[in-house]
């Protein structure tokens, strides 16, 4: 029968569109199907800042592709060496991920981001996100993530449409996949809704590139816990597992911690909390290591400097969903304030509570203030007079329990500020199990003709946990190698 293109990918983010470049560069006809229109196009890609984690050799290297700043002069970037990137992986994971997969994003990861900027794709250095700036003028970066792309999100959805169109991808927008083709065993085709109609499109490959099952109450409550149903969707409300149930019906294996996901700090009282096209990544509080967290009861309940935020943010959601009320604050003081990522903690509307005094801001936050000033108390006098240093683990730690374990400035100064945060949801952790090449593999271990997986429905890589960063580099990068067999 009539086909109507080399190639359908289904999804129009970072990781579809990795996949469809790679097809057309290589003379493939593409469809791309994307569920969304107009702002509502690009999955979670859109709401990310943009930030990809990549193994490189230091500031000399990464100015090779990256956009060209007057600070770069007065810039340290450490290097961070494809063993450091498969450690961090490995660590964070505890040891839940796929070593195969693992090994190639950390192998891949920059040669993947120097070929999307080849392709017209732009990235930059995240200062406002990933250094601090020093007495002497001078930036220091640290956490082992340092690129992103020009404009976030925003922009790197943008620059993969151009590069899409100047490639001769067909991009088909409003496009609702559903079911996947299948003739003598191997995948044909894609059924797909499209203004209340039904459509059959025929390829010889179909790559599934369309994000895992965050934005499916039902499916949360079912895979995650009865919690995970009242946690808030960051990102597209478009991700409800379509193609994951598709994969599964033509015999797909599941992949990766399906109990499990990414999930972070969410601006809790912001009337616009769900799928902000505006605000987008902004929602999230990540300055958190700073200061300390309480609960609606006052007490502290996690160690709120582990390890740099890169590596603790995308866990640590799960904690304040578990929560009395799935509700926690972070409290900083004047001498901390200045410190926090102006993006997120000055954004319009941010929920901000202020106070002259500790009791007066458990007012504010509706706790009781006798247990949370003892917290404060005995926090501040179990907190050692090491150096601050956010760019280092400093080991400025106040030994109560839970401990902190580093960035623990006494909560002294007035004025003093909370903000209250819930649980914001990312991505699922599981999937459809694919190899390295993103072939997508059935129950006895056998790749299913015609059929790739890549982003976030690829199982595997991430289990509880996952280093910053490395979710832009996996769809890129498994993105690429779907797309380059389809």
């Not at 040669?111 to 250095?125: C, D, S």
């Not at 499209?194 to 409550?221: N, P």
């Not at 056998?446 to 289990?463: A, R, W």
Request: net charge negative; proline share 5%; hydrophobic share 40%.
């Amino acid at each position: 029968m009539h086909n109507d293109a080399d190639v359908i990918v289904v999804g129009g983010g970072n990781a579809g569109f990795s996949a469809a470049h790679a097809a057309a560069e290589r003379g493939r006809s593409v469809i791309l199907l994307e569920r969304g229109e107009g702002p509502t196009a690009g999955g979670n890609s859109f709401f990310t800042a943009g930030a990809t984690r990549i193994a490189h050799e230091g500031l000399e290297q990464l100015q090779e592709f990256v956009e060209a700043d007057e600070r770069h002069g007065a810039s340290t970037v450490p290097p961070y060496s494809p063993q450091d990137y498969l450690d961090d992986l490995e660590r964070v994971t505890e040891g839940r991920n796929d070593p195969e997969l693992s090994a190639v994003l950390v192998a891949e990861a920059q040669p993947t981001l120097r070929w999307l900027a080849g392709l017209g794709l732009k990235y930059r250095l995240m200062y406002e996100r990933q250094a601090y700036s020093r007495p002497d003028g001078s930036f220091l970066f640290w956490g082992g993530l340092h690129v992103g792309n020009v404009g976030g999100g925003e922009g790197l959805i943008a620059d993969h449409t151009a590069v899409a169109e100047r490639l001769g991808e067909d991009v088909r927008y409003g496009h609702r996949a559903l079911e996947l083709v299948v003739e003598d065993g191997r995948v044909v085709g894609v059924v797909a809704e499209h203004d209340g109609q039904r459509v059959t499109l025929r390829a010889e490959s179909v790559v599934l590139a369309a994000g895992g099952f965050e934005s499916d109450a039902a499916l949360r409550a079912e895979h995650l816990g009865e919690r995970w149903a009242a946690a808030k969707v960051r990102g597209t409300a478009f991700n409800v597992g379509d193609m994951i149930r598709a994969g599964l019906d033509v015999g797909a294996a599941k992949g990766g911690d399906w109990s499990s996901c990414h999930s972070v700090q969410w601006d809790a009282f912001h009337p616009e909390n769900e799928g902000n096209l505006e605000l987008t990544n902004r929602l999230t509080r990540q300055s958190y290591p700073l200061g300390i967290l309480v609960n609606r009861e006052g007490r502290r309940f996690l160690d709120e400097g582990a390890d740099f935020r890169n590596f603790t943010y995308a866990k640590y959601g799960k904690v304040i969903l578990e929560q009395p009320g799935s509700l926690a604050f972070q409290v900083f003081d004047a001498a901390t304030r200045p410190l926090l990522r102006a993006e997120e903690y000055e954004m319009p509307g941010v929920s901000e509570l202020k106070a002259d005094s500790l009791e007066e801001l458990a007012a504010l936050m509706e706790i009781p203030a006798e247990e949370f000033v003892r917290t404060v108390e005995e926090f501040n006098a179990a907190t050692n007079d090491a150096e601050l240093d956010p760019t280092v683990k400093d080991g400025k730690a106040s030994a109560v329990t839970p401990p902190k374990s580093n960035w623990a400035s006494p909560i002294a100064e007035g004025p003093f500020y909370a903000y209250p945060v819930t649980c914001g949801i990312t991505f699922t952790f599981g999937g459809l199990k694919g190899d390295v090449e993103g072939r997508v593999i059935d129950e006895d271990g056998t790749p299913i003709p015609g059929l790739l997986v890549c982003g976030e429905m690829l199982g595997g890589l991430f289990s509880s946990n996952y280093p910053g960063g490395s979710g832009l580099a996996a769809g890129a990068v498994f993105g690429r190698r779907a797309g380059s067999i389809a």
